[in-house]
């Protein structure tokens, strides 16, 4: 099974603030997710990457493959980027199926 | 809109009752999973299932059971035998090949009375 760190476990940041959120994982992997988590609940698959770097807006994920560790960085942070930031690598062996980390608390403040 | 649908948004459950959440995606995905969700935990997969008719135990079964009679629809059903019933939980869908993106659905909230 995959074993997810992810840090830190919560972070409050003024706004326009440049924001990163670290996971590492224990086991191998073809690719990772990064979510973002809403006060309500509900989660939205912000990224999947394999390699290298992906950039969506003012979010940047990045991930090395050999280290074991990604990365998700938030440009010009805003109070509406504030949510619960989670990493799912896969499970060893399983692509689809994730493991999941117990998520990054952001706080921007205005 | 394709999407992932729950229902209902908050549940409460009496003592030695079965409750039964429902998920309905129309992306025309072939897998759907149930997630638990523990205030402070990551989520953690209930059931699985990849074909209509099958479906596999995730990490945390115990107490659930679930039904893939339809492509669409993956209902989970907490019985008597879930001791701890109290969380969020997400159902989410994905195609088996080609994209990996999961798609999570709006989550129920369960609470025991």
């Known amino acids: 099974k995959n074993e997810v760190e992810q840090s830190p476990q919560n972070l409050t940041a003024q706004e326009g603030e440049f924001i990163t959120i670290n996971c590492s994982y224990s086991?191998?992997?073809?690719?990772l997710h990064w979510l973002q988590q809403h006060p309500g609940g509900g989660i939205v698959s912000l990224f999947m990457?394999?390699?290298g770097k992906k950039k969506h807006g003012r979010l940047i994920a990045t991930i090395n493959i050999q280290e074991k560790h990604s990365s998700l960085h938030i440009t010009a942070s805003h109070p509406r980027d504030s949510a619960v930031y989670i990493c799912?690598?896969?499970?060893?062996?399983?692509?689809?199926?994730?493991?999941f980390g117990s998520g990054t608390q952001l706080t921007v403040l205005p | 809109d394709g999407g992932i649908t729950q229902s209902p948004k908050y549940l409460f459950r009496k003592e030695g009752q079965n409750v039964t959440l429902s998920c309905e995606q129309n992306l025309n995905h072939d897998a759907m999973y149930w997630y638990r969700q523990d205030p402070g935990q990551g989520l953690r997969l209930i059931y699985y299932s990849q074909i209509v008719n099958d479906f596999q135990k995730g990490d945390i079964a115990e107490g659930y059971s679930v039904s893939r009679e339809k492509k669409e629809s993956f209902p989970l059903t907490v019985t008597s035998a879930q001791k701890n019933p109290t969380a969020f939980y997400l159902c989410?869908?994905?195609?088996?090949?080609?994209?990996?993106?999961?798609?999570f659905g709006p989550g129920t909230r369960l609470l025991v009375l």
């Open positions: 989410a869908s994905s195609f088996l090949f080609g994209e990996e993106t999961q798609y």
């Open positions: 990457l394999s390699s």
């Open positions: 799912a690598p896969p499970i060893s062996g399983s692509a689809r199926q994730l493991t």
């Open positions: 086991v191998g992997i073809s690719a």
